[in-house]
C-alpha cells in the first residue's frame, strides 16, 4: 500500500528576492568563499542558486545584501536541487528576525 506524500509545510512565507550573495564556507583551517544568486527569501532561510558544491547540514556563512541594508548570517544546508540548495537560518536572535521579516515586506511574496 502506498500513502501520499504530505506537502511540505513551510513555517514561515517565501518572498521573492534576487541578489548576489557571497556564501563563506568554514572548511579547513581558512575561511574561503562562493558566489551564488539568492532565488528566495524567508524569516526562516533562503533559496540560493550556485555552482559550488555544499554538503546537507554543512553550516555556512551568508552574506545576504537587504533592501534595508546587508547582513551576514550563519545557515545551515537543508535541501539541494541541482545547482539550487536551499538554507535555514540558524540562530537567529529577535533583532536578526525583525530585520529579515522587515526587509521580506517589501517584497512580493511567492509562497
Known amino acids: 500500500m502506498t500513502y501520499p506524500i504530505a506537502p511540505h509545510k513551510r513555517r514561515f512565507p517565501r518572498y521573492q528576492f534576487e541578489a548576489e550573495i557571497i556564501i563563506g564556507l568554514l ?35 551568508l552574506q545576504i545584501p537587504l533592501p534595508l ?28 528576525r525583525e530585520y529579515i521579516r522587515n526587509a521580506c515586506s517589501s517584497l512580493l511574496r511567492i509562497g
Do not use: K, M, N, W
Request: include cysteine.
Open 27 to 61: 572548511r579547513g583551517a581558512a575561511p574561503s568563499y562562493a558566489g551564488g544568486r539568492a532565488i528566495d527569501l524567508a524569516e526562516g532561510g533562503a533559496g540560493v542558486r550556485t555552482s559550488g558544491l555544499l554538503d546537507l547540514g554543512e553550516i555556512v556563512d
Open 69 to 96: 541594508g546587508p547582513l551576514r548570517l550563519p545557515a545551515c544546508v537543508r535541501y539541494q536541487r541541482g545547482s539550487e540548495y536551499g538554507f535555514e537560518f540558524v540562530a537567529l536572535g529577535i533583532p536578526e
